[in-house]
């Protein structure tokens, strides 16, 4: 593996989103703490979702994990429409780097991006609103393949649109909705069961459970289940992705 290609791939998305950082970094945290204000301090004492918790304290992992799955998005996906749109993506794929080489570069960018917007979260979280975790393995774990999850999704988003506009539709009409139907901001069991059986086809939902586990140890489903599907999509993702990097697909002229 050209292990000297696929770092200075990785640096160069990472010096991409760093040097814009009030817009990649501190903006989603900003605005990801205005929900945990709206959301948290007005209704904080009218809902008890887990035995023993404050509101804020069930909603906080969620909005973490929310922006850690938004923005490891955002970084494949605008960065690849981006490269395709000004015509530079051609020097990237000259170079002598194979599609698992390029493809890893990206991952680990998103990944970072999006730990480090999750990261800023959960300290605000944890000085604020005395937050605590139970599990922090759990909490690594689901944060580092959700992700990764993520930014596959968002390579492929960015392979297969061919303008900003497709992006958005992408963005709009796929993300946002399986990003707030997750159980972000409610426990599923507090769904009539119509909505509690059509949130386990959300793979979204399987992220987030996890994540919030390892604070509380407490979950709507099973642990392992939630790691079981996280990881399948996960390998699946990053199988499609490699055959259309393989291929050429609408990134080779």
Do not use: C
Not at 1 to 29: C, D, H
Not at 116 to 144: E, K, R
Not at 204 to 228: A, C
């Amino acid at each position: 593996m050209n292990l000297a290609g696929t770092w200075a791939l990785f640096v160069k998305e990472v010096r991409r989103f760093y040097s814009v950082a009030v817009q990649t970094l501190f903006a989603p945290i900003v605005s990801t703490l205005l929900y945990l204000l709206v959301f948290g301090q007005v209704i904080d004492t009218q809902i008890e979702v887990f035995s023993g918790l404050d509101y804020s304290q069930f909603l906080i992992p969620g909005l973490v994990m929310m922006a850690v799955l938004q923005n490891a998005f955002a970084n494949t996906s605008s960065s690849l429409i981006q490269s395709k749109m000004h015509g530079n993506l051609t020097f990237v794929l000259l170079s002598p780097i194979s599609p698992l080489e390029f493809y890893v570069a990206f991952i680990a960018a998103s990944v970072l991006r999006g730990v480090t917007v999750g990261l800023g979260i959960l300290i605000v979280g944890i000085v604020g609103f005395d937050l605590s975790w139970q599990s922090p393995g759990w909490i690594l774990l689901f944060a580092v393949l959700s992700a990764a999850m993520m930014g596959g999704l968002g390579m492929l988003a960015g392979i297969l649109s061919d303008k900003y506009d497709h992006l958005a539709a992408f963005q709009n009409f796929i993300i946002m909705p399986l990003t707030f139907l997750s159980g972000v901001f409610y426990s599923i069991h507090a769904l009539p069961s119509f909505w509690q059986a059509a949130s386990h086809f959300n793979p979204f939902f399987y992220m987030v459970d996890g994540f919030r586990f390892g604070f509380f140890n407490q979950s709507d489903v099973s642990i392992y289940l939630s790691l079981g599907v996280t990881t399948a999509f996960l390998i699946a993702l990053s199988a499609i992705n490699l055959i259309l990097l393989h291929k050429g697909v609408k990134i080779r002229g």
